[in-house]
């Protein structure tokens, strides 16, 4: 995955609770083999409505989704981080997250990014009224900004998540990072043990 150190970028307001993974990314779209071209797919079925805050052409390009409360409920299916990022977000705000969710989001580059209600309430209101406005996240600082609505907020953000973002660590590169390691155990491996190939 890309190092993530900074997101800066207009937001997109989806004013609504307990969204699940089914609303994100539909069960007919899990069909696909790669992870890309799911971005067609996200919120397929609220899209049909072409009131729709992404049907909005004020919000075309956005690169940060606010949401209501509990993102990402449901199955665990990774299926919806991808298709958020294949649509062009890279960070997600809300005030309370799906564990499953925030972990897959981490291991593949969307930051999520976790404020309280009233701060969620605030970038809510705020892109509602100005859909120009801009936001910053900071990954090393873990704040979110918004100046010209006077919004600053910090967000938990744990040392190895943070480390993961800025090197842009997915569980390969994690491994990698001991190839030496491995490969000198290799050799001296028993030959009793399977083998990959």
Not at 22 to 44: C, H, M, N, Y
Not at 60 to 85: C, D, Q, Y
Not at 146 to 174: V, Y
């Amino acid at each position: 995955m890309k190092p993530v150190s900074v997101v800066t970028g207009r937001g997109v307001p989806l004013d609504r609770a307990d969204v699940d993974t089914d609303q994100i990314i539909p069960s007919d779209w899990l069909k696909r083999v790669e992870r890309t071209g799911f971005g067609a797919g996200l919120f397929s079925e609220w899209r049909d409505d072409r009131d729709f805050v992404l049907n909005r052409p004020e919000y075309a390009g956005a690169k940060i989704l606010v949401a209501g409360p509990n993102f990402g409920t449901g199955s665990s299916r990774e299926h919806a981080v991808w298709a958020l990022m294949d649509y062009g977000f890279e960070a997600v705000v809300s005030s309370r997250f799906a564990d499953i969710f925030r972990n897959n989001c981490t291991k593949q580059g969307l930051v999520p990014v976790q404020v309280s209600p009233e701060v969620s309430r605030s970038l809510l209101e705020a892109i509602t009224s100005d859909p120009g406005l801009e936001m910053t996240i900071d990954i090393e600082r873990a704040t979110i900004e918004a100046p010209a609505a006077g919004i600053e907020a910090n967000f938990p953000l744990d040392g190895f998540t943070r480390d993961r973002l800025l090197n842009g660590w997915d569980d390969i590169g994690l491994t990698l990072r001991h190839e030496a390691l491995v490969s000198a155990y290799e050799p001296r491996r028993p030959a009793w043990m399977p083998t990959a190939s």
